[in-house]
């Protein structure tokens, strides 16, 4: 049965498209993703990637969004029509009479009517897909499954020219289609309860502990938010994105607050359970700020730059987020080693007490910083360096076996293979012994 939308006409380039709204129902009763099968399809790895729909993501993240969530929103699907399988008439050629202000657009406003044909998704596979698992579902997948077919949703309608225009186009808007940065996710996602929580850390309103800071001179941001850098000059104390790594590494230890990620679920935690998360994450990050690394810097905002550059400083690695990252995980890492017997705060005590050197020859290097000074930005980097941390902060609780294992990846990260006979190797290739952790 054929279905007439009122529609927008627009051009780019060489193509014509037509902007129209379905609901969710009819338009997986009318679309389908690209198939292997499609004429237009080459047989390139790349366009099979593009088309292969990942089903496990669909049920994981988009068909609960959509079934769960109340705010739903997507963006525009592009679809394409079969030759002739879509008819446009302009408002032009309907109404007699029009204005000369209204008679100049008019051609591009109308109706289009899907004829005949299927319509293949060029862009919105997944979406397609998961639209069609909530409407086709039950009740099990979310409170508002019921109400999903009824949702109306923006199609650009592309009619199809030549096989080789459609790959064109297929390619470029699959391939090209940039995400947004990991900065912009933090600041603008409304589900991500780690994020919602960082933000939170920010605000002056309620006093945060990572808010501006006010004095008779200026404001002064402790954080960078709009990029996960920091900028050589830069006055801040650390970066948005470093702040949400922190969130997630202090939370995962503390109960009632599983599944808070975007990715875990796509609806944001209650209040009740947001609230609880800022009052653990927001203490935290309280005591954190009494190190003399950070108290001074917040003294004195204007030697931050100074500070984090200076490889020799015993404080540079702690202004610069790769180090303040590692140094949350260790303290994490610590705290679950004592099971609570050894305070956040005594562990700070002895924070303190640590080098945080960026030298060639500290303790840090080839784990979050090389020798050359270059910052080492991998998880796998800050993992170590966490590791490093607690066995330096908390000797009477960390085992044999989490020694010995620091000990050989510590060394493997430093160039140094820690099972070869040393007897065979020359000096500068023997394995080095960890650094004495902290006298108690």
Known sequence: MAITRPCLRGRMGSTTYYEVTMTARELTNSVRPARETDAWASASIDERIQREVNKGRVMKTIVPYLAQHPDRFFGSFIVLAKPGGIEFESLGDIVEGLSAAYRSQAGDIGFLTFTSGELIALDGQHRLVAFREVITGGPELGPYWSQVGDDQVCVLVLEEESAEKTRRIFNKVNRHAKPTGRSDNIITSEDDGYALVTRRLLDSSIEAPLAARQSEERSHDLVEWGMTTLKQKSEKLTTISAVYETVQDVLSINNGFAGFSEKE??????????????????????????????????SDPASIPSTRF????????????????????????AMTYSKGEVSLKTLLERVDRVDFSATPSCIWRDTIVRADGRMVARREAFELAGRLVCYMILPDYVTEEFTQTLYEDWNKARGKDPYSDIDTLEENERPVDLPEPLSL
């Open 265 to 298: 679920n796509p609806v944001a935690p209650d209040d009740n359970t947001l609230n609880r998360a800022y009052d653990v994450v927001s203490d935290w990050w309280e005591q954190i700020l009494t190190l003399q690394a950070f108290t001074t810097a917040l």
């Open 310 to 333: 200076d490889n020799e400083h015993s404080h540079t690695l702690l202004l610069r987020p790769v180090g303040q990252m590692a140094l949350v995980k260790g303290l994490t890492r």
